[in-house]
C-alpha cells in the first residue's frame, strides 16, 4: 500500500509511515505515532477522496480511517477494529491486509472503496467438507488466492471455494467460474443443489466443486467487472474416502482400497467384515486431531450405522499410550451393530487415562456372534463405552482379567449402560466332556438307543436326529437318546445345553448304521469298486449259495454266532492282464462282430467274511449262480451320431464266452464262476435304418370277426409280439400273437370270441436275433366295428413334412385328423392324447406332448406324430 503524507511530514515520514502501514495490513498491528492521509477510490464511480488514517491512543488496536463524501464525514471508529485470526474486522466485516478494501458500515449499500486507486481482492480461502482428497493448488486472481489444500472429501460430496471481499457492491465482486480442464471430474455448483452454468455470476462470494470421479480439473475465476483479473486453480479429485481406519493412520478405508489382512469393506451396506482378522499395536487416530487423545485398533467416524460382521476368530488389541486407548472407537453418534456367526475378543491397553474395548454412542450385539470386550481396571474404563443393546445373555466382570465380580447379563433388546471392566456375550459355553459314540447295531422289531450317553460340563446332554451329517436341527433336542428298529443310517445330534450361568455349546453329530439282519434267505452283500471299474449290484445270494460255497469248518464259525457276509471286489486289471486271456476274448469277440474292440478288462472276486478275523476268496459257487448287474462307465458312453452295442465276456478256467450283449447301459449278468471279464463294444453309425429303436404306427382292419394288424417292415427285427385287450383292462402278460412278419391277424381277446361292440387297445413289441427288445408302437385305441357311439380316425395329416430349425429354437408340428363318415363321435383323450410324438435323436432335436420341436445340436433327425388309433406320420427335421 502506497501512503501519501502530509506535506510538512512528508520527507521525514513516508518510510516511516509506509512501512508501518504495510506491515500493519500484513497481518500485525504496528503503533502508528503520525496521521497519515490516504487516498480513497469508490469503486462504483471511481471518485476519489481523501481520508485520514490515524492512531487513537496508546495500544496498536486502536487505528481509525477518516474520510469526507458530500460534505459528511465518516469514520471508522475506535473499537471497530479487532484482530480475529489472520484478518482485522470492522464491524462485522473483514479488513484485508495488503492493498486490502476496507468496508465502511456507513456507507450506503452499493458503493465501495478501495486504496490506492487499485480495485483488487486479496485471497480467496477455500474450504472442504468431509469426504474426498482435493488437492487445490495456488493461484492468484490478482491478489486472490486459492490457497493449497489437502482437505479429504467424498467423490461425489463438495468443495466450497469463498471469494473473501468485504466489499458490499455485488456487482463489483462478481465473477465467473468455468472449467477449463476435466469436464467429465468435476462439476461447479453456486450451492449444494444449483449448478453453475458458464455465464451464471457469483455474487455471494462463493460457490462449490463437487467431484464426479478420480481424475484432475482446472478452473478459471474471471472478474465480471474487470475481465482481465483472472484466477486458475487445479484440483485433483481422488478416491472416495469413508471414515474407518484399520490399525493405523495411513491405512484409511477408500474406494479403492476395501480389504487388507482378514477384513473387508462394502459401502453400499456400510459394512465391516472381520474374517480371521488379528492386530496388536498402536493403533489409529482416525479422524481425531490429536495423535496422543485417541486411538483405538479400528477407528470410525462414519454418520451412518456401521455393521461389524465377525467370520472366524477375530481379536483387537490397542496398546497406545495415548490418553483413551480402544480396541474399537467411534465418533460417530449412530450405532455399531456387531452380526455374523464369528467371535471377537477386543481390549484397549496402557491408555494414560481410560482403556476400553469398545468406546462408541450405541452397541448393538446380536444373538449368533461371540463379542467379548475388555477395558482396564481404571475408574473411568469399562468394556463398553456407552448403550449397549445384547439379544443374547451373557456375563460381566467387575476387573479386566474376568476373575472377580462375576454378574449375568441378561438380555437386553431396548439398552442401557453396562458397568463392568470386562462382559462376554453370549455366556461362557457348556462343553461335551464326553461325546457319545455310535453303537453296533442289527436290524430287531423292538426299538434300540442308537448311542453311547455323552458326558456334559456347565449343562446337560441332549439329542436330535438330523436329516444329514452336515445340517443340525434346530428344534427337537430332548435327554432321551434317540432310537429306531430298522436297518439304515441316522443323524444322531447332540449338544451340551447351558445352565444359567452357561449357554449351549455347539451341535454336532455321530453317525449311525443299523445293518440289515441276516434272515432265512438272506445274505448280507456288499460291493467293493476300486478305481476305472463299472459300477455294480449284487443280487440273489441266498443262504444256498453261502451254504454251498462253505467248508465245514466254516460252518461251524457261522453256527457259533459269528456274522457272515460276502464281498464282490472289482478290479482293472488292463495293465496286468495275460497275454492268453487278451488273444481268447479277441477271438471270441471277433466272432460276433468283426468291427468290435475292448474297452476293458477287470477282475471280479467273492470274499467269504465271516466274524472279525476270517477272510476266504471264493473262486467257484458250486453251480449256483447269482446277478451282477453292470453300469457301463461313462466314458463309454455312445458319441452323439453312434449306435453303440455293448458285449460282456466272461474268461473261466481258460474259456472265453460271451455272457451279454445289448445297447443298454445296464447290463444284468448270471455268474457262477468268478475270474476275468471284458467289457467290449460295437459301433454302427446312428441312423433311421440302423436305429434300435422301432418307430413304426399300426394299420388296423376289422372283418369276418378277426382284427388285422400291420406295421412297416424294419430292418434288424426279427421277431414281433402283439398285446390286445380291451381299453379299461390291463394288458396280458403273455403276447395276443407272434410273428416273424409285418402282419397279424387276431382271433380271439383274452382266449374268447372278439366283441366288436367294444373298444380296443394295442401295441406292437420287436425284437432283434438276439432277443433284445429293439422298441416298441405306442398303444393304438379303437372303437370295435359295432360300437354305437363312436367311430375311428381314418386319415392323419401334417401341414409340412420337413422342417429346418436352428440350436436352441423352436417349431411346431401341426397335425389333423378325419373320420370315418358317419354321426359318431371320436374316442375321448381318456384314451390316449389326440396327438402323440417321437423323435428318432433326441440329443438332435426334442419334442414336447404339443408338438414343439426343439433344435438341440446341428444334424438330421425324424419326428414321428401319431393318433389315438395309431397312425403315423413322419417330419424331417434339420437342426443348423
Request: proline content about 2%; glycine content about 8%; charged content about 25%.
Amino acid at each position: 500500500m502506497v501512503l501519501r503524507g502530509k506535506e510538512k511530514m512528508q520527507k521525514q515520514k513516508r518510510a516511516i509511515s509506509s512501512t508501518l502501514l504495510s506491515v500493519l495490513f500484513a497481518l500485525s498491528f504496528m503503533l502508528l505515532s503520525v496521521f497519515s492521509k490516504v487516498t480513497i477510490v469508490k469503486a462504483s464511480s471511481g471518485k476519489v477522496y481523501t481520508a485520514d488514517l490515524e492512531q487513537m491512543g496508546e495500544t496498536s488496536y486502536n487505528p481509525q480511517v477518516t474520510y469526507e463524501e458530500n460534505g459528511q464525514k465518516h469514520r471508522i471508529s475506535k473499537g471497530n477494529f479487532f484482530k480475529t485470526g489472520d484478518i482485522l474486522k470492522a464491524g462485522n466485516k473483514p479488513i484485508y491486509y495488503n492493498n486490502g478494501v476496507v468496508t465502511d458500515q456507513r456507507i450506503e449499500s452499493g458503493n465501495s472503496i478501495t486504496f490506492d486507486k487499485d480495485y483488487v481482492f486479496d485471497g480467496v480461502s477455500a474450504y472442504a467438507s468431509i469426504g474426498t482428497q482435493v488437492v487445490v493448488t495456488e493461484a492468484k486472481f490478482n491478489s486472490i488466492t486459492i490457497n493449497d489444500s489437502s482437505t479429504t472429501v467424498n467423490g461425489t460430496q463438495y468443495v466450497s471455494f469463498n471469494i473473501n471481499s468485504n466489499i458490499s457492491d455485488r456487482s463489483v465482486t462478481a465473477v465467473k467460474a468455468t472449467i477449463t480442464e476435466g469436464a467429465d471430474v468435476i462439476v461447479l455448483y453456486a450451492n449444494a443443489t444449483t449448478q453453475l452454468t458458464e455465464n451464471d455470476e457469483i455474487t455471494d462470494r462463493s460457490f462449490y466443486v463437487k467431484g464426479l470421479k478420480v481424475g484432475t480439473g482446472k478452473i478459471k475465476l474471471t472478474s465480471v467487472y474487470d475481465p482481465t483479473k483472472t484466477a486458475e486453480c487445479t484440483i485433483t479429485v481422488g478416491p472416495e474416502l469413508f471414515n474407518i481406519w484399520i490399525g493405523s493412520d495411513d491405512n484409511r478405508v477408500t474406494a479403492e482400497h476395501t480389504s487388507g489382512d482378514g477384513w473387508s469393506f462394502d459401502s453400499s451396506s456400510n459394512t465391516l467384515t472381520l474374517n480371521g482378522f488379528v492386530y496388536e499395536g498402536e493403533g489409529t487416530r482416525g479422524s481425531n486431531y490429536s495423535t496422543s487423545y485417541k486411538r483405538a485398533g479400528i477407528y470410525t467416524s462414519t454418520r451412518d450405522k456401521l455393521t461389524i460382521k465377525l467370520i472366524g476368530n477375530n481379536s483387537i488389541k490397542c496398546t497406545a499410550k495415548s490418553s483413551i486407548s480402544s480396541g474399537i472407537n467411534s465418533d460417530s453418534s449412530e450405532e455399531i451393530v456387531f452380526t455374523g456367526t464369528g467371535s471377537l475378543t477386543t481390549q484397549g491397553l496402557n491408555g494414560q487415562m481410560e482403556n476400553h474395548g469398545i468406546y462408541a454412542n450405541q452397541v448393538t450385539i446380536e444373538q449368533d456372534c461371540e463379542v467379548t470386550s475388555i477395558g482396564g481396571n481404571e475408574d473411568r474404563s469399562c468394556a463398553i463405552y456407552g448403550n449397549v443393546k445384547n439379544y443374547a445373555s451373557g456375563e460381566g466382570y467387575s476387573n479386566a482379567e474376568g476373575t472377580e465380580g462375576k454378574k449375568f447379563i441378561a438380555v437386553n433388546k431396548n439398552g442401557d449402560r453396562l458397568d463392568y471392566k470386562r462382559v462376554q456375550f453370549p455366556l461362557t459355553k457348556a462343553k461335551v466332556v464326553t461325546a457319545p459314540t455310535a453303537k453296533n447295531l442289527k436290524e430287531t422289531e423292538s426299538a434300540q438307543e442308537l448311542v453311547e450317553a455323552g458326558k456334559a460340563e456347565g449343562g446337560t446332554m441332549q439329542y436330535a436326529l438330523g436329516k444329514d451329517a452336515k445340517t443340525a436341527p434346530t428344534d427337537g433336542y430332548s435327554a432321551s437318546i434317540p432310537t429306531e428298529t430298522k436297518a439304515g443310517t441316522y443323524y444322531v445330534w447332540y449338544k451340551a445345553v447351558g445352565d444359567e450361568e452357561h449357554s449351549d455349546s455347539d451341535p454336532a453329530c455321530v453317525e449311525v448304521v443299523i445293518k440289515k439282519a441276516v434272515k432265512d434267505g438272506e445274505i448280507e452283500t456288499n460291493v467293493e469298486q476300486k478305481d476305472d471299474t463299472p459300477q455294480a449290484k449284487v443280487e440273489g445270494i441266498t443262504t444256498d449259495l453261502v451254504e454251498g460255497v462253505m467248508t465245514e469248518e466254516e460252518k461251524s464259525k457261522v453256527n457259533a454266532g459269528n456274522d457272515v457276509s460276502l464281498t464282490l471286489t472289482m478290479t482293472n486289471i488292463d495293465s496286468s492282464v495275460s497275454n492268453t486271456e487278451k488273444e481268447l476274448s479277441q477271438t471270441t469277440i471277433a466272432k460276433k462282430n468283426k468291427n468290435a474292440v475292448v474297452g476293458m478288462y477287470f477282475d471280479m472276486s467273492l470274499w467269504l467274511k465271516i466274524g472279525s478275523d476270517y477272510t476266504r476268496k471264493v473262486t467257484e459257487t458250486g453251480k449256483k449262480t447269482f446277478t451282477v448287474t453292470l453300469q457301463v462307465p461313462e466314458q463309454f458312453k455312445a458319441p452323439a451320431g453312434v449306435n453303440r452295442k455293448f458285449y460282456i465276456i466272461h474268461i473261466h478256467n481258460k474259456v472265453a464266452k460271451i455272457i451279454a450283449n445289448t445297447t443298454k447301459m445296464s447290463i444284468p449278468i448270471e455268474i457262477d464262476g468268478l475270474s476275468t471279464f471284458v467289457l467290449a463294444y460295437s459301433d454302427t453309425e446312428d441312423t433311421e435304418e440302423s436305429n434300435t429303436i422301432f418307430y413304426s404306427g399300426v394299420k388296423i382292419t376289422q372283418k369276418d370277426g378277426k382284427i388285422g394288424i400291420s406295421w412297416d417292415k424294419t430292418k434288424g427285427v426279427a421277431k414281433y409280439e402283439v398285446y390286445a385287450t380291451y381299453c379299461g383292462t390291463k394288458y396280458p402278460k403273455k403276447a395276443t400273437a407272434t410273428t416273424k412278419k409285418n402282419t397279424v391277424t387276431i382271433k380271439k381277446i383274452n382266449g374268447k370270441k372278439i366283441n366288436f361292440t367294444k373298444n380296443f387297445k394295442l401295441y406292437v413289441v420287436a425284437y432283434d436275433s438276439d432277443g433284445n427288445q429293439v422298441g416298441k408302437t405306442v398303444s393304438a385305441h379303437f372303437a370295435g366295428k359295432d360300437n354305437k357311439k363312436f367311430e375311428n380316425i381314418k386319415t392323419l395329416k401334417l401341414s409340412t413334412k420337413t422342417i429346418t430349425v436352428a440350436v436352441g429354437k423352436t417349431s411346431k408340428i401341426k397335425a389333423s385328423t378325419t373320420l370315418e363318415k358317419g354321426k359318431k363321435k371320436e374316442l375321448s383323450d381318456n384314451h390316449a392324447a389326440k396327438f402323440r410324438y417321437k423323435s428318432t435323436n433326441k440329443s438332435i432335436a426334442t419334442v414336447d406332448k404339443n408338438g414343439k420341436v426343439t433344435g438341440i445340436s446341428a444334424g438330421k433327425c425324424t419326428i414321428y406324430v401319431y393318433s389315438k388309433n395309431c397312425l403315423a406320420k413322419k417330419v424331417t427335421v434339420t437342426v443348423k
